[in-house]
């Protein structure tokens, strides 16, 4: 069946596995939410979509775009179109993350943290993903 892309992903930061400004990637939104019969999701894509981690940063990143080739492990490649923004943390968030791992307890004031946010398109084809962008 013809799609645009097999899967589009919004992963962000997980806050539940969150140590000292470090933590790792969570699905927070999946289209669709169930496998396709000819291409199965592979939930690992997370670990591909933020390649330097997921890392809570006071300093303002650019938008970022690049795309990633995952092989499975028939051999079929998936191309994993990310782009990568950061999200503003409110302060009183940021302070009870910072507060609860007690890393950052000098650096808990008002300052905002950015969050690391990707939105992904996962395609057998990588020319309907690069037309997107």
Same mark, same amino acid.
């Given at each position: 069946m013809p799609r645009l892309a097999?899967?589009?992903?919004?992963?962000?930061y997980d806050h539940d596995?969150?140590?000292g400004g470090r933590s790792c990637g969570k699905i927070i939104q999946r289209f669709p939410d169930k496998d396709w019969s000819d291409c199965s999701f592979n939930p690992r894509v997370i670990h591909f979509c933020q /390649?330097?981690?997921?890392?809570?940063t006071a300093k303002r990143e650019l938008p970022t775009f690049f795309i990633s080739i995952l092989t499975d492990l028939d051999g079929l490649r998936h191309y994993c179109a990310c782009l990568?923004?950061?999200?503003?943390?409110?302060p009183a968030t940021t302070n009870i993350l910072l507060n609860k791992t007690n890393d950052y307890s000098?650096?808990?004031?008002?300052t905002a943290f950015l969050l /690391?946010?990707?939105?992904?398109?996962?395609?057998?084809?990588?020319?309907?993903?690069v037309h997107i962008f």
């Open positions: 097999d899967y589009f992903l919004v992963v962000g596995e969150e140590r /390649p330097q981690g997921w890392i809570l990568t923004f950061h999200q503003t943390l409110l000098d650096e808990a004031d008002d /690391p946010r990707t939105q992904d398109l996962v395609d057998e084809l990588i020319t309907n993903i």
